[in-house]
């Protein structure tokens, strides 16, 4: 039963519709939504309010891709959190390869850095009572079908994974659909070196399938974002069940920080060639998730960029 939930990049997508489902649960009392831009976080706020008639919003403003400006967040969140919901992220966009002064480019600062940060310095507070989840993807371990192919490391050494958190891992062959999936490797293998290191903590990985209605379009390059706004989502990909509603993705979430179900140390997604449907612990088909060494070695190479 989580009482109080903060949500990050809840503002819109996924983020936003988890928020509303939350403040349903009858046991929910508080939902912080964390988010950079005070306009877009007052009215997603008002929005909500307005869905569910309860008035149990808090918004607080920060940037996950910033340490200070999450520092600084930490700051204003007075009282212990039941559970957090690392949702903010994606591809990025243009600004993608971006070198940030954490050292970490700005699609890994984005999907990594601030998580980190937010929840070690909350931890290191006492103030995390239940559970961490992390929004990961299916494009860890790739989907046939779709011609998605799964991370490949050579080593998964921390001098590997630090390469992967400031692009130089992909030379001069940055492309940040590609490098989305391995920025999310790191951040899923530093989820279960937290699960190791905190067990009374339930850290759980959770993708939330492809899912339809959310802002994630906006930031791909014109064409591929005109093929997927007008054509795929809408079209060919529910024809090959490849997509699920907004609701369906964010109940991912949702049951990921309340059902026993869901364990700690484990990243859940579509079954193997799937984007929707059943969740299933993605090790049985990508056995580098268990390799204590490297989540160990994501989570040392983190921490180089954090000062
Ligand atoms: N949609 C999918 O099919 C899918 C599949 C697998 C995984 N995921 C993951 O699920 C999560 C949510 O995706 P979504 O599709 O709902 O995306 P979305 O609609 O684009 O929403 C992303 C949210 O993250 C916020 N955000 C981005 N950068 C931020 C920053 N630096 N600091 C604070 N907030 C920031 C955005 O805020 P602004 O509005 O201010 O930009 C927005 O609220 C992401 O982590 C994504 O990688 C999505």
Redesign the pocket.
């Known amino acids: 039963m989580n009482e109080s939930i903060l949500i ?8 936003k519709e988890t928020a509303r489902q939350l403040a349903l649960k009858e046991e929910t009392k508080k939902v912080i939504l964390f ?3 005070p306009t ?1 976080a007052e009215s997603a706020k008002k929005d909500l309010e307005e869905q569910t008639g309860k008035k149990i919003f808090e918004i607080i403003i ?4 910033d340490a200070n400006s999450v520092r600084k967040a930490v700051e204003k969140i007075k009282e212990p959190i039941d559970a957090i919901i690392l ?4 591809v990025v966009g243009k600004t993608a390869a971006n070198i940030t002064p954490s050292g970490m480019n700005e699609l890994a600062a ?2 990594v850095l ?1 998580h980190v940060v937010l929840v070690e310095e909350l931890l290191t507070q006492g103030k995390i009572k239940k559970a961490v989840l992390l ?4 494009a860890i371990r790739g989907v046939k079908p779709m011609g998605m192919k799964p991370v490949s490391m050579k080593t998964s050494s921390a001098d590997e994974f630090a390469a992967v958190l400031d692009g130089s891992f992909f030379a001069n062959q940055f492309d940040s659909l590609k490098a989305y999936g391995y920025v ?1 490797y790191a951040a899923t293998m530093w989820i279960f070196s937290m699960a190791r290191k905190y067990p009374n903590i339930k850290f759980v990985a959770m ?5 339809g209605g ?3 379009p ?2 791909l390059p014109a064409a591929m974002k005109f093929m997927m706004t007008y054509i795929m989502m809408p079209v060919v990909m529910p024809l090959i069940g490849m997509v699920h509603k907004l609701g369906v ?1 964010a109940s991912r979430f949702v049951d990921g920080i309340s059902d026993e179900r869901y364990k700690t140390g484990v990243f859940y997604a579509s079954k193997e060639g799937k984007l929707t449907g059943d969740v299933v612990d993605q090790s049985s088909f990508f056995p580098d998730l268990k390799n204590t060494s490297f989540q160990d070695n994501a989570d040392s190479a983190i921490h180089r960029f954090i000062k």
């Open positions: 990050t990049g809840a503002n819109i997508g996924l983020g988010c950079r831009n877009k920060g940037d996950v891709s949702n903010a992220g994606g984005t999907n601030g929004a990961s993807s299916e999310k993708s939330p399938g492809n899912t959310t802002n994630a906006e930031n993705g």
